[in-house]
């Protein structure tokens, strides 16, 4: 399953000192990945994941991993949807796919639809 976040790639001097490594691991926080699952993910070990999360953590002034992953994404680094974004995406590529298509023809149970000569 694909993460629903998206890192933002723009010049270094935009993303706070925050290396692509660093915000990996933030956006991997905030899906609620203990450090030794992001490193199976990334292919590192837990260890590197902890030490990219303490200078994530430096880089942008706050204390706890969470906070870091707010901050990234108040910051505009980190781009999270909203929880509702989430939950009408499908609702609204399936409302699309209808609007699309054309009606179908309504016939009483048992009869076929008439033929188009």
């Not at 203990?34 to 837990?46: E, H, K, Q, T, Y």
């Not at 030490?51 to 002034?61: D, S, T, V």
Request: with cysteine; charged share 30%; glycine share 6%.
């Amino acid at each position: 399953m694909p993460p629903k976040f998206s890192i933002a790639q723009p010049r270094l001097h935009e993303t706070h000192g925050l290396s692509y490594r660093q915000l990996e691991c933030l956006a991997w926080v905030h899906e609620g990945k203990s450090a030794n699952d992001i490193g199976l993910i990334l292919g590192i070990s837990g260890r590197t994941v902890e030490k990219h999360l303490r200078r994530a953590c430096e880089n942008l002034g706050v204390r706890a991993r969470v906070q870091a992953v707010v901050r990234a994404r108040d910051l505009g680094v980190l781009v999270i949807p909203a929880a509702r974004d989430l939950i009408d995406a499908p609702r609204r590529s399936w409302d699309a796919s209808r609007e699309r298509s054309e009606p179908a023809e309504r016939t009483p149970a048992g009869e076929a639809p008439p033929s188009r000569a």
